[in-house]
């Protein structure tokens, strides 16, 4: 056990300390090592290599702290995600795609970071991976700030509603009541970047349209954001329906989890094929989010992974079932 010292400014120190020791106590939880702060000195005891990696991430939060970065414990996990891929953590930190009264959209990982990119930067993108790792959060907000400096002239936010099928006409009220159940977490997302009266306002010029993916056929969407959510949910004919819709002066971008696809078994995933048919097309881009990408409750990432290791074992004695068996040294081989 190896136990080092590091003297801090006392402005960092003080923000290394946080309310009631949060941060100190995240950060203990994501290095292999114990950490004491006592005044302005931080201690670290440990292994030698897990001392030498704690100091690497104390001296980034040190730095974004002077360069006036307010640390909390989400900030912990950005910095160990951008140097586990060797990028440089106030590069993720200082993109802030959305900024409202107090709040600020930025990245989270250093795929959220290649999300926010390839969204300024191409005409269509995908976003997939599990749930929580801000697809959609971030797809609106890259939304809201193209609707606020006038880049386009309306949001039209979609989903299949899968679940609805031919049941969606038996319920009660207009289009909008209709709809509500299955496009709420857009709706959740759209309240979090802009006042309610802001929104309903949107919503009634028609600046902000929301509707269930059958509705989008046969239109042309010029100068629109269009978000489709749930895509794993899309059939291959309805991803093809959906972004044969693109206008001029329009981009889209596409979120899904291809753990989660709720079609009728047997029924293929438009997700999933069209990252097969399209990955190499220029100004579409692809980014595919992972566990360590979930920024929900920490329980959220353990949940995601336990599924994922699941499912791999599924497949495996599923490949295993399917091996053929030898013929020729049993009874079961017999002619009868």
Request: proline share 4%; glycine share 8%; with cysteine.
């Amino acid at each position: 056990m190896t136990r080092t010292t590091i003297e801090l400014e006392n402005d960092v120190a003080a923000e290394l300390a946080g309310t009631q020791d949060v941060v100190l106590k995240t950060l203990e939880d994501h290095l292999d090592c114990r950490v004491h702060l006592r005044g302005n000195v931080l201690t670290l005891e440990g292994d030698d290599v897990d001392i030498d990696a704690a100091r690497v991430v104390v001296d980034e939060l040190a730095g974004l702290i002077e360069h006036g970065h307010e640390i909390a414990p989400g900030t912990i996990q950005v910095v160990e995600s951008a140097l586990d891929h060797h990028k440089d953590p106030a590069a993720v930190l200082e993109d802030v795609v959305w900024r409202h009264r107090d709040k600020k959209v930025a990245p989270k990982t250093v795929n959220q970071k290649e999300y926010v990119d390839a969204i300024r930067s191409k005409t269509v993108t995908f976003g997939v991976g599990p749930a929580g790792t801000g697809k959609t959060y971030l797809a609106i907000a890259m939304a809201a700030q193209a609707l606020s400096t006038r880049r386009v002239s309306r949001i039209i936010l979609t989903r299949p509603a899968v679940e609805a099928g031919e049941r969606l006409g038996f319920l009660p009220g207009d289009l909008m009541a209709k709809v509500d159940p299955y496009m709420r977490p857009l709706f959740d997302a759209l309240y979090d970047m802009l006042e309610p009266e802001r929104v309903n306002e949107f919503l009634e010029s028609g600046a902000i349209e929301v509707a269930p993916l059958a509705f989008l056929r046969g239109r042309t969407l010029n100068d629109s954001f269009v978000i489709l959510d749930e895509a794993q949910n899309t059939t291959p004919e309805q991803m093809k329906m959906f972004l044969t819709r693109l206008g001029f002066g329009s981009q889209i971008v596409v979120t899904g989890d291809v753990t989660q696809i709720d079609l009728p078994r047997g029924e293929r995933s438009g997700l999933i094929e069209v990252g097969q048919i399209l990955d190499d097309i220029d100004d579409i881009g692809f980014v595919r989010f992972d566990d360590t990408d979930v920024v929900r409750h920490k329980l959220v990432q353990h949940i995601v992974s336990a599924y994922a290791e699941h499912a791999e074992l599924l497949e495996q004695q599923r490949q295993s079932r399917k091996k053929p068996r030898r013929r020729g040294t049993g009874d079961d081989d017999q002619d009868v």
